[in-house]
């Protein structure tokens, strides 16, 4: 065969066999399309499909394939780049594949069971219960390999039952996947859009080798998270933004590191009773995973993690925070059964937080936690939790509706606590805590007033051992208030506690309490209601919650045996610059006080004790007057025994007029009182001793109606009791005992007081008289209301012969002691009145008869009568005249008073005299 022939044969055959590859390739071009059609492509295109063999690049273009009611499908660009030398070694390695301008559409058929999936006009195979028969190969010796992929203007849009999603990817790259090649390096990266929210992914890896190695980069802008979640919460409503770069490393180990940001932008979840939003959230930080063998071992967390706009609503709970910030790590760690522990430190920051709860509400303006806790786990989950750091607030509120408002400026706590969570009750242990407090307002708000208020309050050295104990180091309160309302505040003080030991339910025990610069002030009404008290009292009464009903039996037997808490303070002192500030409106004028606390030290005050406490006492009332009491009593631990010893001293007398005058019916125009008392209290029976001086005593009558009462619980005025009391210096002496038992319900402050004023002064006027007047002066009585001469005190009378004006030796002697007592009271005034009785009438009438009989015309007996009568009024004038003759030689006359003599004939047993009242 000739060379040329066979030239000529195989140019033929060559040309054959591509006219009919070629021819193939355009057939099955047509058969697809013819195929798309079938499918329900109401058009369908390809504009060319070549394939070049000799160099092993396969390009399709213009595809396009249109089905009625859904959007375009199509293929702008597809190039496959096969290389063929890669062949002889058993590699199927595409150096380059590019995709250009791709549109797909992806949905399904409404109501359709099984669910029946298409892709334009092409349904989809579905899955199959039966499990296919598995045809078992040997390992192929042909390895695949990918040198570069790209993709460009690629779209993607798929409608399910579980909703709409898109996605597009402007530009993607991939390149060296290589089967054969295990520790290449292969890179990903994307550019695009899924449901409309940007992203941009950039991968590094080796997904080939025993361990695996991958750094991934995603960049997100705002994802609607609603896109995905909505068949499953369709209520829930957010957006997901995030430049993230991820490290996984798995191998025996895994190892997942994330650093970067997530940002969370309006939150919305919505449903019945309960609605949770948030306005932003965002992380920034680092984030590690280790796990080992199928189990985790470690989590770490450090970063920053911030809030904006957070709102909480339930059925009965509103919580809303303006901005919250997390600085700090946390750290779990795993153990066979979980997690076995959970570190957290760093910083949280609240800002604008508003919790509200039926009638409850919390507001906090600031917050700050700073410092450390720490979780352990066993099987029954937490066990025992440590907190140790520091919290400041700013501006906290509590709020109960209609009741209570309490308010702290700022909040300062630093210490460490332990909680042992699985003990039954649940133990909290702490030590050295720190608590500072500022600005602190408590209000009654039904009553609009304001119950406390303090500048600050220091509590250090705090320690917990709950449910047993609690100490406290020391609590310093200044500027503390009580019912604070301008001028009419209550009380103001600094205060000072150190070392408590409290025992819950049984006993606290205090070693000091210092009241500071005590400032009280109260007002009585006119009808001796305090005023600070009761407005106190009242707004405290406010907060009450209402009452639910009668207490069931059980309740109220439980209240009945508790025992009572025991008090123990060791000693309580007033220091400083304190005082009280008294004014007594229920008089007139009203009294005003101000009492200077100089000493006031209480020591061993305890409720469970009969033991009694000591007391020392020293005041300074109204610039001049001290009072000093010491003593002990044990009024905490039942109040059946005291004793006491105290003086009064400089009493100016009358700065307590308004009471004189409500009392006796006297103004106190003049007068000092000294008074030394002494006593003793044993077995709720009180007996003790007062001794009472007032110099220079003047009074003036204020009241008429109350003088008239006070006169007759004292048998005398008051005036006339002074006269009687007071010596030739102006003084008044009382010994005054009181006596009586705390039973006795009319024993009390009053009782006293009417013992002092009444029962005092009257003993100690008969006294005097009977001293002065002794041996003379047996028959002083003291009448109920004055005598027809004025007097209330009548002495012994001074008894005459009968018909004589004479006096004997015996009168003599008795009025030299009248003399010597009135010259000693220079106050007394004595009134004289002498009597002609039936005795005097009898020696009278003899004589006018025997010089009758010797008359030469006799009087007749009506003239006789008139005789009688005139010397009876003479005899009784001449005794007046002589008793007051005989006193007016010490006596000044201006004292002594004469009465109009009337004879006293009614009755025969009365004797002849003159009688004396003062």
Known sequence: MSVKRVVRGSVITVLVVFLGLHTAVQLGRDYAVQWLLDQGASRAGIHSLSINWFTGRVTLEGVSVVTPDQPEQRLDKLVVDLDYSALSEQHILISDLTLEGVALYLHEQTDAEPRQFYLGPVALPGGTSEPSEEVSTGPSAWQFGLAHFSIADFNWQSQLKEGSHQLRIDKGELDTVYTWQKDAITNLSLQGAINGAGFNLSTQGQPLPDTKRSELHLKLDR????????????????TLSADLVLTIIAGDQISVTQSGTVQLDDFNWQQTGLGLSQRLLTWDGKTEFRMSAGKPESVMLNGDLNMATLGLTGEALKIVLDEGRW?????????????????????????????????MQVQLNEGNWQGSTGLNFNEAGVDQVDVKGSLKTGQLLYRLAERLEARVDTADWQGSLALALQNQPVAINGDNGQLVLGGVEVNALKEDQSLVTLAQARLSNIGLALPETLSLGGLNATGLTLAPQGDDTLAKLNLDISDVDFTLGKVVVINKVELQNLQLREQLTADKQPVSVSRLQKGINSMSPPESGEESADNVAATVDEPALRVQVKELVITGDSKVMFTDHSTTPPFNSEILIDKALLQGLDSGSQIPAEFDLELKLNGFTTLTLSGDTDLAGGGDNASWKGALKQLE?????????????????????????????????????????????????????QMAKFSKQLSMPLGTAISVLQDSDDNIDLDVPISGSLEDPDFGLQSIVTLLAGKGLKQAAFSILLKSLQPYGTLISLAASAAKDGSFITLDPVVFAPGRAE???????????????????????????GQAVQQDQAVIRAGLEADNKKRDKPFTPEELAVLEQQQLVALAQQRSDRVKLQLTEKIPGERLFNCFPVPALDDPERSP?????L
């Open 223 to 238: 994802l609607p998270l609603h896109s995905f979640t909505a068949p499953f919460v369709p209520e829930l409503q957010a």
């Open 327 to 359: 600085q700090g790590r946390t750290g779990l760690a795993f153990a066979d059964a979980g997690i076995s522990t959970v570190d957290v430190a760093g910083q949280l920051s609240l800002a604008a937080l508003d919790l509200v709860s039926d009638d």
């Open 653 to 705: 007398l009358p700065r307590l007029s308004p009471y004189s005058i409500g009392y006796t019916g006297y103004y106190l125009q003049n007068g000092q009182l000294q008074l030394t008392s002494s006593g003793k209290l044993s077995g709720g029976q009180i007996s003790g001793k007062n001794e009472i001086k007032i110099h220079r005593l003047e009074v003036e009558p204020a009241d008429q109606e």
């Open 807 to 833: 006096l004997d030796d015996y009168s003599m002697g008795y009025l030299a002691k009248i003399e010597s007592m009135m010259t000693e009271r220079k106050g007394m005034r004595l009134n004289i009145c």
């Open 913 to 917: 005299a003159a009688t004396l009242g």
